[in-house]
C-alpha cells in the first residue's frame, strides 16, 4: 500500500479564496483523521470520521472549515473563505481501529497551506 | 479527557551519547501509549507503541520507551544517539474507547557530531 495520500503537498492562496485538501486513506482502515500543524498550537485534532460517518467535528475551528468523506477512500477539508491564520500544516491520518484501541494511526505528508 | 505533556521544547545531545525524550501522560482509564518521529517536510512517523505487560518497549531505528505507570511516564530512549535522530518527537495518547490520538507539543532533538 502507498500509505496515505495527501494533495497538494504546497497550497498558496489569497485570503476569501477557497481551499480544497483532499485525502486517500490507507485501503481497510476504518477512521480517518484531520489535523492541523501550527508552531504555536502544536498537532489540534480538526474532525475525524469512523467509516466514512464523522464522529467528532468540535476541533474545526469555525464554520469557515467543513469536511467530507463520500466514500472509504477519499475524504476532503474545505475552507471557504480562507483567512491568513489558517495558514498551517494540514494533516490526513487513518487507523484500522477495529483491530483494537492500540493501533496506531498513519499519517499522510502533509498539506502545507499558506494563505496571502 | 486525555492528555499528554512533553515538558522539554529542546533537547541536545552529542552523537554516540544516550538520548532521553519526556514524557507524560495523564487519562482516567488504561492508556495506549505513542511515539511518532517528524523531519523536516515529512509526516508522522509511527516509532513504537506501549502495549500492556512490558514495560520496556522497543521499537523502530534502535528507539525504546520506558512505561511506568506510578510516574505516568513513556520516556523515548536511545543507547547511542545518531546525528540523523534530530529530528521533532511527538508522544500520543489514547483512552480506551475509539478515540483519537491526543499529542503532546513536540521536543525538537538535535544530535551534535
Known amino acids: 500500500d502507498a500509505g496515505v495520500i495527501q494533495s497538494p503537498r504546497h497550497e498558496v492562496t489569497e485570503m476569501g479564496q477557497e481551499v480544497t485538501l483532499r485525502c486517500k486513506p490507507i485501503?481497510?482502515?476504518?477512521?480517518l483523521f484531520w489535523y492541523r500543524q501550527t508552531m504555536m498550537r502544536g498537532l489540534e485534532l480538526l474532525i475525524y470520521?469512523?467509516?466514512?460517518?464523522?464522529?467528532?467535528d468540535s476541533g474545526m475551528p469555525e464554520d469557515r472549515f467543513s469536511a467530507k468523506m463520500p466514500n472509504a477512500s477519499f475524504s476532503t477539508l474545505k475552507i471557504q473563505p480562507s483567512e491568513p491564520r489558517d495558514s498551517a500544516v494540514y494533516f490526513c491520518?487513518?487507523?484500522?481501529?477495529?483491530?483494537?484501541?492500540?493501533?496506531?494511526?498513519?499519517f499522510g505528508q502533509g498539506t502545507r497551506l499558506t494563505v496571502v | 479527557a486525555q492528555s499528554v505533556a512533553q515538558p522539554e521544547d529542546q533537547v541536545n545531545v552529542a552523537e554516540g551519547n544516550p538520548l532521553t525524550v519526556k514524557c507524560t501522560y495523564s487519562?482516567?482509564?488504561?492508556?495506549?501509549l505513542f511515539w511518532y518521529v517528524q523531519y523536516p517536510n515529512r509526516g508522522l512517523q509511527f516509532l513504537l507503541k506501549?502495549?500492556?505487560?512490558?514495560?520496556l518497549v522497543k521499537g523502530s531505528y534502535g528507539f525504546e520507551a520506558e512505561f511506568n505507570k506510578s510516574q505516568t511516564s513513556f520516556h523515548l530512549k536511545k543507547p547511542s544517539a545518531l546525528v540523523s535522530d534530530s529530528a521533532l518527537y511527538f508522544c500520543?495518547?489514547?483512552?480506551?474507547?475509539?478515540?483519537?490520538?491526543?499529542f503532546g507539543k513536540g521536543t525538537r532533538l538535535s544530535v551534535i557530531a
Open positions: 485501503s481497510g482502515h476504518d477512521y
Open positions: 500520543a495518547v489514547r483512552e480506551e474507547g475509539n478515540t483519537p490520538l491526543v
Open positions: 491520518a487513518s487507523s484500522r481501529l477495529g483491530q483494537g484501541t492500540n493501533a496506531e494511526a498513519f
Open positions: 470520521f469512523n467509516n466514512n460517518v464523522p464522529i467528532d
Open positions: 487519562v482516567s482509564g488504561n492508556p495506549y
Open positions: 506501549y502495549i500492556t505487560g512490558d514495560n
